[in-house]
């Protein structure tokens, strides 16, 4: 009779070993209605839904493999988050905890953990902060298992951290995931690109830079190659921005810094505008002081030029720091730490 009540046992813990528990609480919700979980891995398809009530509500489902979904109530996303098995706590305010994700189960927390080192940036120097990232980064990418953690990272942070890491970690993953067409593009654009990042080690491919020309504000064609072989520039900086872009504005006052400090060290600018030439940009250009070289690089109006298929962007503002001496590229996405960076080198 023993026996049999252990066996019992076993097979109900393997029966509900795949099911995950969500428990919500969320203020600001406007009324009830209905909390639905859309599948990001599986072309957002809606895969259950719940009653909420007073802000609360709860999921029961079974998970087969694990997956990353957005949480939507009518058309507003609540969270997003990874589902697995185990019980998972959503809470906190609609709005103003949007990006609070999920606690609770095995790899949700180990993403808290990652996304707590951004807000350290409120106290500490953002180089620091992204140091800090970096080693939290390279720490959860390998990691044992969790794959879908590990595959999170890959995809959010493709074009912001190592993309010859992140090649790495997408081909070990198991068959199922490697062979999804989203994953598969992934790691296409993480060879493209690993060809213009600092050479990261292990990796044989060495990233010089790729020659570009595009006419200045008067017009004439400036080359990039003139401004790596001018005998007077020790670094140069590529920077692919916009005027139209908020975060490529908010950038601009740390390329000043860094041009004012540096230009009679051997540091420059070479700026490709992702726009045509207008009074607008040449005003921009003007008020902020940027009196680098700035070409325009819109040449393309079919699709994205070709500047930013040579570098494999994934988006702007985006930046390279070549070693002139050499032609190489040594630094990638350079925002918040080029002040820092251009100290040591020069």
């Not at 609070?100 to 180990?110: F, I, L």
């Not at 790691?187 to 020659?211: F, L, V």
């Not at 908020?246 to 041009?259: G, I, N, Q, T």
Request: with cysteine.
């Amino acid at each position: 009779m023993r026996l049999i009540i252990i066996a019992a046992m076993l097979a109900f813990c393997s029966c509900n070993s795949d099911r995950c528990i969500i428990i919500g609480d969320i203020s600001g919700l406007e009324g009830d209605g209905k909390m639905y979980l859309q599948d990001e891995w599986n072309d957002y398809e809606v895969i259950d839904s719940a009653d909420v009530v007073d802000g609360k509500f709860r999921f029961d489902l079974e998970v087969e493999q694990p997956t990353y979904v957005y949480m939507y109530f009518g058309d507003t996303q609540v969270r997003d988050f990874i589902l697995e098995p185990g019980k998972i706590t959503v809470e906190g305010d609609v709005e103003e905890d949007m990006f609070a994700g999920a606690y609770g189960s095995k790899m949700n927390d180990r993403l808290q953990e990652f996304y707590e080192i951004q807000k350290l940036g409120q106290t500490m120097p953002m180089d620091q902060v992204l140091e800090l990232h970096d080693r939290k980064f390279h720490e959860l990418l390998n990691v044992p298992g969790m794959d879908a953690l590990k595959l999170k990272l890959a995809l959010s942070y493709t074009g912001v951290k190592s993309s010859y890491e992140i090649l790495n970690c997408l081909k070990s993953m198991p068959d199922e995931i490697k062979n999804m067409d989203f994953v598969k593009r992934k790691m296409e654009k993480c060879e493209r690109r690993i060809r213009t990042e600092p050479q990261a080690e292990g990796c044989e491919t060495i990233p010089y830079y790729i020659d570009m020309e595009y006419p200045d504000a008067s017009g004439n064609p400036v080359t990039l190659k003139s401004v790596v072989e001018n005998p007077e520039n020790r670094y140069v900086l590529v920077d692919f921005w916009s005027t139209w872009c908020s975060p490529c504005r908010d950038a601009v006052p740390e390329l000043v810094e860094a041009y004012e400090k540096f230009k009679d060290k051997g540091f420059e600018i070479y700026a490709v505008a992702y726009e045509g030439q207008s009074e607008k940009l040449q005003k921009f250009i003007r008020d902020n002081n940027m009196t680098w070289i700035n070409v325009c690089g819109d040449e393309d109006s079919a699709g994205n030029p070709k500047w930013w298929k040579d570098y494999a962007l994934t988006g702007i503002p985006d930046n390279v720091l070549i070693d002139c001496s050499t032609g190489i590229i040594v630094g990638r996405e350079m925002r918040f730490r080029l002040v820092s960076t251009l100290e040591k080198l020069l």
